[in-house]
């Protein structure tokens, strides 16, 4: 990593090892501070954060349940009709409401402070790149946001509302019922909305890779076949066996994909032309 500048520096205005950790370390504080901070809130906000969003999904009335049985009666397919059974979820442990609800208040603080924490840190990193790298990587804080975001919603009303209704009515046999623990259900809510957010980020990955020469738009084309199998194997898993509901998943994550693979290539193109505006600048500045 280049070396950043700063008041505290040395002579040439360059920090030293030691004081970049001091500046790392501070912004790793701040960052815990907000994270703290939306815990907080989430943490006083216990009947609305429960009632309407983590345990909104299994209910009847969620707006992603009521449309697919809206769709299955015009569609004339039942199996789209989903999460109409009562799911009574239980607490088996004598603290376990209230360790549930410190867990979730924490992962609400990250998510109400992600755009904050990526902000931080490339506050941190921004010093370090060169100014064409600079202005490449201007805006990345608001698209890794937006991104972030749009995964979590994709993951919350679409992938959520499938996964619970696979995994609370799937039986080895009729002769055992599913008694849901509380720390299960929640879970695996919040981890399938967190994973889908984590993975909208991948254009924002593969815009810093490609930019330093890590992936390539050609090795995104030679492995595109594989990125599909996959994405069509997890749909498979998660979503009732429709057609329509694997669909449902599958597009967007492949269309994901192939806007990565776009973004790559304008980065690539992008970077040969300053290469070679830059190996002409030399040749001219090596001819005077």
């Known amino acids: 990593m280049a070396v950043g500048k700063s008041k505290k520096g040395n002579k040439e205005g360059e920090m030293t090892f030691l004081q970049h950790l001091e500046e790392l370390r501070w912004h790793i504080i701040r960052s815990i501070v907000a994270v703290a901070v939306g815990a907080v809130v989430a943490f006083i906000l216990k009947d609305f954060i429960f009632n309407h969003i983590i345990l909104a999904p299994k209910s009847p009335d969620f707006i992603t349940n009521r449309l697919l ?7 004339n397919t039942p199996a789209l009709c989903i999460n109409q059974e009562p799911l009574d979820l239980i607490s088996i442990k004598m603290s376990g409401q209230f360790t549930t609800h410190i867990n979730i208040s924490l992962i609400a603080g990250v998510v109400l402070a992600f755009p904050y924490i990526f902000w931080e840190f490339w506050s941190f990193f921004r010093p370090a790149l060169y100014e064409k790298e600079r202005k ?15 995964g979590i ?5 679409i992938i959520s509302p499938l996964s619970i209704n696979f995994l609370a009515t799937y039986r080895v046999s009729e002769i055992v019922h599913n008694q849901i623990n509380i720390t299960s259900y929640i879970g695996s809510v919040t981890s399938v909305a967190l994973s889908a957010g984590v993975t909208f980020e991948l254009p924002i990955v593969v815009f810093f890779l490609a930019r330093i020469g890590v992936i390539t738009p050609e090795f995104m084309r030679k492995y595109r076949r594989h990125a599909i199998v996959v994405v069509l194997i ?5 979503t009732p066996p429709d057609v329509f509901s694997q669909t449902l998943v599958s597009i967007p994550l492949i269309l994901l994909y192939e806007v990565s693979i776009f973004i790559a290539a304008r980065v ?3 970077r040969e032309l300053d290469d070679a505006a830059a190996d002409a600048e030399a040749d001219t500045a090596g001819k005077k």
């Open 234 to 238: 997890i749909a498979a898993i998660i």
């Open 69 to 75: 049985c809206r769709l299955a009666d015009v569609v």
């Open 268 to 270: 690539v193109k992008k």
């Open 153 to 157: 919603l994709f993951g919350y009303y």
């Open 136 to 150: 490449y990587a201007r805006g990345a804080v608001t698209a890794a946001s937006l991104l972030f975001l749009t």
